[in-house]
């Protein structure tokens, strides 16, 4: 069994805070937990700017071998990343244990993309003195890092989008030292993989400022750590209420920062009248498990259908029903999600034009399913139905025909993805909707459901506000990566001056 120091990692020193809290395990021992501030803050940003003069400048080379480092150390600490993983969430190991290889996967990933350079967006317009009436100087463009980056571990992903992350992987990749606030929810979890972190830079012979855990559950650290002059940019995953709030804060810095916030969505998923006839019960049942899945945690979750009413309808809400029902009582991450979504389920109940099909109980830390129906014509009057019930909660939503199911696409905001369940009779209606839902979403897909986000070249996870705080940019794949660099030009620079990656152009 893995026992917590509850301390923070600064610049490779374990250290503690004069505050702490405890820890909320769903079982085993609470934990006593340093609660970093300002002190910890301006420690860990000012090893960073140090590190960031030579990890930033490091070869591509160096810094795939790190992440490389870093999932082996953390594969070397499986079993205990998974015992205290399921102690501190109430996730199943097995999800813990493919959430550990998605985590070691990325690392890999972009191990591999930085050394292939092409991120690198390198460009060359060779000198023309000759040229008239004005001559050409020699120019080159390439991605530079951007300096430190701040990351915000998530409470649904303790793995993947937290300590050790795709925000922290993307930022390493790209050539940044990273500060992370440890999630409360999870602080033992943060050290065992900020231990593996600290191990690989050991291995490696970076820099120790080139990564930090600060733990804490305060809304101070937080503050603090946007704030830090030295900080360049910021990755985050999580509600919308927080991801505003420290997304103002970015934008009211003397030096604005960008603020790169994945703040979830509702997900849509529009079924239309082919996919609907040919196999409705397959996907109410499909719906159901992607709704229900880690207690419908995930910012992917598809928590709306969109279907014409009649017959097909009334038989896929019951389909759905009946799944729905056959799901018991599941713990949620946190007390505070549990209540959320608690009282998530009271606003849509109480809200008008909206009907309960399927309503349990849900007490303390347990969640179970909700299902709610509502028209076409209810749903566009009430805004509210379209914001974000983090949890299994679904919402069917019985259209009249095909304009007010364009109408609805139109009224949404913006999502992470956005779904088509068609048959090839539905080509024309899917046509209709297609340039309404690209304008939405990060992500289209058909005859499928979202939740699965497959770490790849091509991912785009994000979307339009409130999906997302910067709709150009996505928090999955290699091209998150591209967040933390910007382009610096380079004008008649001689050659021994350039970046390594700049040098033989010519």
């Known amino acids: 069994m893995y026992s917590p120091t509850g301390k923070h990692l600064i610049a490779g020193t374990w250290t503690g805070s004069e ?60 079993a205990q990343i998974t015992d205290i993983g399921t102690r501190e969430t109430g996730l199943p190991a097995a999800r813990l244990e493919g959430e550990r290889g998605r985590t070691t996967g990325q690392l890999r990933l972009f191990a591999a993309h930085i050394r292939e350079g092409a991120y690198l967006d390198v460009r060359h317009d060779p000198a023309l003195p000759e040229r008239a ?61 900020a231990e593996a972190i600290a191990a690989a830079i050991a291995a490696c012979g970076l820099h120790p400022g080139v990564f930090s855990l600060i733990q804490g559950n305060t809304n ?24 505003r709030a420290l997304f103002d804060l970015c934008a009211a810095r003397p030096e604005p920062i960008p603020f790169f916030g994945e703040l979830g969505s509702v997900n ?5 009248p082919g996919a609907l006839a040919a196999r409705g019960e397959d996907i109410a049942k499909g719906w159901a498990g992607s709704l229900t899945m ?56 109480a809200t008008s034009g909206v009907r309960e099909v399927l309503t349990t109980t849900c007490d303390l830390r347990h969640a179970t399913p909700y299902l709610f129906a509502t028209t076409g014509a209810e749903w566009l009057a009430n805004d509210t139905l379209g914001e974000e019930v983090f949890g299994p909660l679904g919402m069917v939503v019985e259209v009249s025909g095909a304009e007010e199911m364009l109408a609805v696409a139109r009224a949404l905001q913006g999502q992470l993805t956005c779904t088509l369940q068609m048959e090839p009779e539905d080509t024309p209606r899917a046509a209709q909707l297609m340039p309404v839902l690209e304008r939405k979403a990060g992500r289209v897909l058909a005859n499928g459901f979202p939740t699965g986000v497959e770490v790849a070249d091509a991912m785009v996870h994000g979307g339009p506000y409130p999906a997302s705080t910067n709709f150009g940019a996505t928090s999955v794949g290699t091209l998150a990566i591209r967040r933390f660099l910007r382009p610096v030009c380079y004008q008649n620079i001689p050659e021994a001056l350039l970046p390594e990656d700049l040098k033989g152009l010519g």
């Open 220 to 243: 101070d650290l937080g503050a603090a750590l946007v704030q830090h002059p030295l900080i360049r940019a910021v990755g985050f995953t999580g509600s919308l209420g927080a991801g």
């Open 19 to 78: 505050s702490t809290f405890t820890s909320q395990p769903v079982e085993g021992p609470a934990a006593v937990v340093a609660n970093g501030g300002a002190a910890e803050v301006a420690a860990a940003c000012a090893a960073a700017e140090e590190a960031f003069e030579t990890y930033g400048y490091g070869s591509r080379e160096s810094r795939a071998a790190f992440l490389e480092a870093i999932a082996d150390e953390i594969e070397a600490r499986g």
């Open 268 to 272: 849509p998923v529009f079924l239309l």
């Open 133 to 193: 009436p004005l001559p050409r100087p020699d120019l080159k463009m390439i991605q530079r890092p951007i300096g430190p980056v701040a990351v915000f571990g998530a409470s649904n992903f303790p793995l993947a989008f937290s300590t050790a992350g795709g925000d922290t992987a993307s930022a390493l990749a790209a050539g940044c030292p990273v500060v992370v606030k440890g999630h409360p929810a999870h602080p033992g979890t943060g050290e065992i993989v």
């Open 294 to 349: 880690g207690v419908g945690q995930f910012c992917t979750n598809p928590g709306i259908v969109v279907v014409e009413r009649g017959e097909g309808a009334t038989a896929f809400l019951e389909a759905a029903r009946a799944a729905l029902a056959e799901v018991g009582p599941q713990v949620m991450l946190t007390e505070g999600i549990a209540q959320a979504y608690r009282a998530g389920r009271s606003r849509v109940a």
